[in-house]
T-cell receptor, first 109, second 114 residues
Protein backbone atom coordinates (compact mmCIF):
# COMPACT_ATOMS: atom_id res chain seq x y z
CA UNK A 1 0.00 0.00 0.00
CA UNK A 2 0.93 3.61 0.08
CA UNK A 3 0.36 6.30 2.65
CA UNK A 4 1.34 9.88 3.27
CA UNK A 5 1.60 11.22 6.80
CA UNK A 6 1.20 14.87 7.74
CA UNK A 7 0.60 16.65 11.03
CA UNK A 8 -3.09 17.35 11.51
CA UNK A 9 -2.72 20.92 12.74
CA UNK A 10 -0.13 23.69 12.83
CA UNK A 11 -0.51 27.16 14.34
CA UNK A 12 1.63 30.24 13.75
CA UNK A 13 1.49 34.03 13.88
CA UNK A 14 1.56 36.52 11.07
CA UNK A 15 5.02 37.12 9.66
CA UNK A 16 6.38 33.83 10.94
CA UNK A 17 7.76 30.86 9.01
CA UNK A 18 6.10 27.47 9.19
CA UNK A 19 7.11 24.08 7.83
CA UNK A 20 4.59 21.35 7.07
CA UNK A 21 6.16 17.92 6.80
CA UNK A 22 5.04 14.97 4.73
CA UNK A 23 6.46 11.48 5.05
CA UNK A 24 5.41 8.75 2.72
CA UNK A 25 5.56 5.02 2.22
CA UNK A 26 5.42 4.48 -1.47
CA UNK A 27 7.83 4.07 -4.33
CA UNK A 28 7.92 4.58 -8.04
CA UNK A 29 6.05 7.86 -7.99
CA UNK A 30 6.60 10.84 -10.26
CA UNK A 31 7.10 13.39 -7.52
CA UNK A 32 5.56 15.14 -4.54
CA UNK A 33 3.03 17.89 -4.94
CA UNK A 34 1.25 20.25 -2.56
CA UNK A 35 -2.25 21.63 -2.56
CA UNK A 36 -3.98 24.37 -0.61
CA UNK A 37 -7.63 24.30 0.34
CA UNK A 38 -9.47 27.14 2.00
CA UNK A 39 -12.49 26.29 4.09
CA UNK A 40 -15.42 25.48 1.82
CA UNK A 41 -13.32 25.71 -1.33
CA UNK A 42 -11.70 23.38 -3.80
CA UNK A 43 -8.06 22.27 -3.49
CA UNK A 44 -5.67 24.27 -5.65
CA UNK A 45 -2.23 23.24 -6.85
CA UNK A 46 0.73 24.94 -5.14
CA UNK A 47 3.93 23.18 -6.12
CA UNK A 48 5.59 20.06 -7.44
CA UNK A 49 8.96 18.46 -6.75
CA UNK A 50 10.05 15.98 -9.39
CA UNK A 51 13.63 15.88 -8.15
CA UNK A 52 15.26 16.04 -4.76
CA UNK A 53 15.89 19.52 -3.50
CA UNK A 54 14.15 22.79 -2.91
CA UNK A 55 11.68 24.48 -5.25
CA UNK A 56 10.80 28.10 -4.50
CA UNK A 57 7.72 29.96 -5.62
CA UNK A 58 7.41 33.33 -3.97
CA UNK A 59 6.69 32.95 -0.25
CA UNK A 60 6.23 29.20 -0.62
CA UNK A 61 8.96 26.60 -1.02
CA UNK A 62 8.76 22.85 -1.24
CA UNK A 63 11.40 20.23 -0.61
CA UNK A 64 11.77 16.57 -1.48
CA UNK A 65 14.22 13.90 -0.37
CA UNK A 66 13.43 10.55 -1.96
CA UNK A 67 16.16 8.78 0.02
CA UNK A 68 14.46 9.89 3.25
CA UNK A 69 10.90 9.43 1.93
CA UNK A 70 10.25 12.94 3.14
CA UNK A 71 9.17 16.30 1.91
CA UNK A 72 7.95 19.58 3.31
CA UNK A 73 6.18 22.77 2.41
CA UNK A 74 7.72 25.96 3.79
CA UNK A 75 5.60 29.06 4.09
CA UNK A 76 7.37 32.33 4.83
CA UNK A 77 6.09 35.74 5.88
CA UNK A 78 2.83 34.19 6.91
CA UNK A 79 -0.35 36.13 6.27
CA UNK A 80 -3.84 35.63 7.63
CA UNK A 81 -4.98 34.48 4.19
CA UNK A 82 -2.59 31.52 4.44
CA UNK A 83 -4.94 29.96 7.00
CA UNK A 84 -6.08 26.87 5.12
CA UNK A 85 -5.55 23.14 4.84
CA UNK A 86 -2.48 21.89 3.02
CA UNK A 87 -2.22 18.47 1.42
CA UNK A 88 0.76 16.62 0.08
CA UNK A 89 0.10 14.23 -2.80
CA UNK A 90 1.88 11.72 -4.99
CA UNK A 91 1.09 10.20 -8.34
CA UNK A 92 2.21 6.88 -9.74
CA UNK A 93 1.89 5.66 -13.29
CA UNK A 94 -1.65 4.62 -14.13
CA UNK A 95 -3.23 6.04 -10.99
CA UNK A 96 -4.84 9.23 -9.86
CA UNK A 97 -3.32 11.47 -7.22
CA UNK A 98 -3.11 10.06 -3.71
CA UNK A 99 -3.43 12.63 -0.95
CA UNK A 100 -2.35 12.85 2.64
CA UNK A 101 -5.04 13.65 5.22
CA UNK A 102 -4.10 17.29 5.26
CA UNK A 103 -2.66 19.81 7.71
CA UNK A 104 -4.81 22.65 8.97
CA UNK A 105 -2.76 25.83 9.32
CA UNK A 106 -4.12 28.56 11.57
CA UNK A 107 -2.44 31.94 11.35
CA UNK A 108 -3.18 34.45 14.07
CA UNK A 109 -2.35 38.14 14.37
CA UNK B 1 -11.04 29.70 -19.13
CA UNK B 2 -9.67 26.32 -18.05
CA UNK B 3 -12.07 24.77 -15.61
CA UNK B 4 -13.71 21.71 -14.14
CA UNK B 5 -17.45 22.08 -13.69
CA UNK B 6 -19.42 20.02 -11.24
CA UNK B 7 -23.15 19.99 -10.76
CA UNK B 8 -25.03 20.30 -8.55
CA UNK B 9 -23.15 22.23 -5.85
CA UNK B 10 -25.56 21.13 -3.14
CA UNK B 11 -27.91 18.18 -3.05
CA UNK B 12 -30.17 16.73 -0.39
CA UNK B 13 -31.73 13.40 -1.25
CA UNK B 14 -33.38 10.44 0.39
CA UNK B 15 -31.97 6.99 0.92
CA UNK B 16 -32.26 4.80 -2.13
CA UNK B 17 -33.05 7.47 -4.72
CA UNK B 18 -30.58 7.23 -7.59
CA UNK B 19 -28.59 10.35 -8.35
CA UNK B 20 -25.88 11.53 -10.70
CA UNK B 21 -23.28 14.21 -10.10
CA UNK B 22 -21.91 15.55 -13.34
CA UNK B 23 -18.33 16.61 -14.02
CA UNK B 24 -16.98 18.22 -17.15
CA UNK B 25 -13.54 19.61 -18.03
CA UNK B 26 -12.50 21.77 -20.97
CA UNK B 27 -8.73 21.14 -20.90
CA UNK B 28 -8.62 17.91 -22.92
CA UNK B 29 -7.11 16.14 -19.91
CA UNK B 30 -6.63 12.39 -19.98
CA UNK B 31 -6.99 11.80 -16.25
CA UNK B 32 -10.20 12.41 -14.34
CA UNK B 33 -11.03 11.29 -10.84
CA UNK B 34 -13.56 11.54 -8.05
CA UNK B 35 -12.77 12.12 -4.39
CA UNK B 36 -14.84 12.36 -1.28
CA UNK B 37 -13.76 14.53 1.61
CA UNK B 38 -14.81 13.86 5.18
CA UNK B 39 -13.57 15.59 8.35
CA UNK B 40 -10.27 14.15 9.50
CA UNK B 41 -10.02 11.76 6.56
CA UNK B 42 -8.70 14.05 3.86
CA UNK B 43 -9.40 13.39 0.19
CA UNK B 44 -10.15 9.77 -0.52
CA UNK B 45 -10.17 8.50 -4.06
CA UNK B 46 -13.41 6.89 -5.27
CA UNK B 47 -12.78 6.16 -8.95
CA UNK B 48 -10.45 7.42 -11.61
CA UNK B 49 -10.17 7.26 -15.36
CA UNK B 50 -7.05 7.31 -17.50
CA UNK B 51 -8.95 7.95 -20.70
CA UNK B 52 -12.21 7.27 -22.53
CA UNK B 53 -13.71 3.90 -21.57
CA UNK B 54 -10.89 3.26 -19.06
CA UNK B 55 -11.90 3.47 -15.41
CA UNK B 56 -10.59 1.93 -12.21
CA UNK B 57 -11.49 1.75 -8.58
CA UNK B 58 -9.87 3.95 -6.01
CA UNK B 59 -9.79 3.42 -2.27
CA UNK B 60 -13.52 3.78 -1.50
CA UNK B 61 -15.51 2.66 -4.57
CA UNK B 62 -18.34 0.80 -2.81
CA UNK B 63 -21.74 2.28 -3.61
CA UNK B 64 -20.51 4.34 -6.57
CA UNK B 65 -20.35 3.94 -10.33
CA UNK B 66 -18.69 6.03 -13.01
CA UNK B 67 -18.52 6.15 -16.77
CA UNK B 68 -16.19 7.81 -19.26
CA UNK B 69 -17.90 7.81 -22.62
CA UNK B 70 -16.39 11.13 -23.67
CA UNK B 71 -13.05 12.61 -22.73
CA UNK B 72 -14.53 15.74 -21.16
CA UNK B 73 -17.22 14.12 -18.96
CA UNK B 74 -16.92 11.86 -15.95
CA UNK B 75 -20.22 11.51 -14.07
CA UNK B 76 -20.47 9.94 -10.62
CA UNK B 77 -23.52 7.75 -10.07
CA UNK B 78 -24.99 6.67 -6.78
CA UNK B 79 -27.47 3.93 -7.62
CA UNK B 80 -28.90 3.63 -4.11
CA UNK B 81 -27.51 6.35 -1.87
CA UNK B 82 -27.19 5.72 1.85
CA UNK B 83 -26.58 8.15 4.74
CA UNK B 84 -22.91 7.10 4.98
CA UNK B 85 -22.42 8.65 1.55
CA UNK B 86 -23.18 12.07 2.96
CA UNK B 87 -19.99 13.92 2.13
CA UNK B 88 -18.27 16.62 0.09
CA UNK B 89 -17.37 15.32 -3.36
CA UNK B 90 -14.75 16.67 -5.72
CA UNK B 91 -14.07 15.90 -9.33
CA UNK B 92 -10.56 16.55 -10.65
CA UNK B 93 -8.76 16.37 -13.96
CA UNK B 94 -5.09 16.41 -14.88
CA UNK B 95 -2.96 16.22 -17.97
CA UNK B 96 0.73 15.57 -18.34
CA UNK B 97 1.89 18.85 -16.87
CA UNK B 98 4.03 18.71 -13.71
CA UNK B 99 4.38 14.97 -14.09
CA UNK B 100 0.61 14.62 -14.05
CA UNK B 101 0.44 15.94 -10.51
CA UNK B 102 -1.20 19.27 -11.26
CA UNK B 103 -4.86 18.51 -10.87
CA UNK B 104 -7.69 20.95 -11.40
CA UNK B 105 -10.66 20.52 -9.12
CA UNK B 106 -14.31 21.30 -9.51
CA UNK B 107 -16.01 23.45 -6.88
CA UNK B 108 -17.36 20.45 -5.03
CA UNK B 109 -20.76 18.92 -4.43
CA UNK B 110 -22.05 18.78 -0.90
CA UNK B 111 -24.34 15.77 -0.72
CA UNK B 112 -26.66 14.97 2.16
CA UNK B 113 -28.50 11.65 2.19
CA UNK B 114 -31.33 11.43 4.71
Amino acid sequence: GQSLEQPSEVTAVEGAIVQINCTYQTSGFYGLSWYQQHDGGAPTFLSYNALDGLEETGRFSSFLSRSDSYGYLLLQELQMKDSASYFCAVKKAGTALIFGKGTTLSVSS
Amino acid sequence: EAQVTQNPRYLITVTGKKLTVTCSQNMNHEYMSWYRQDPGLGLRQIYYSMNVEVTDKGDVPEGYKVSRKEKRNFPLILESPSPNQTSLYFCASSGEGQGGTEAFFGQGTRLTVV
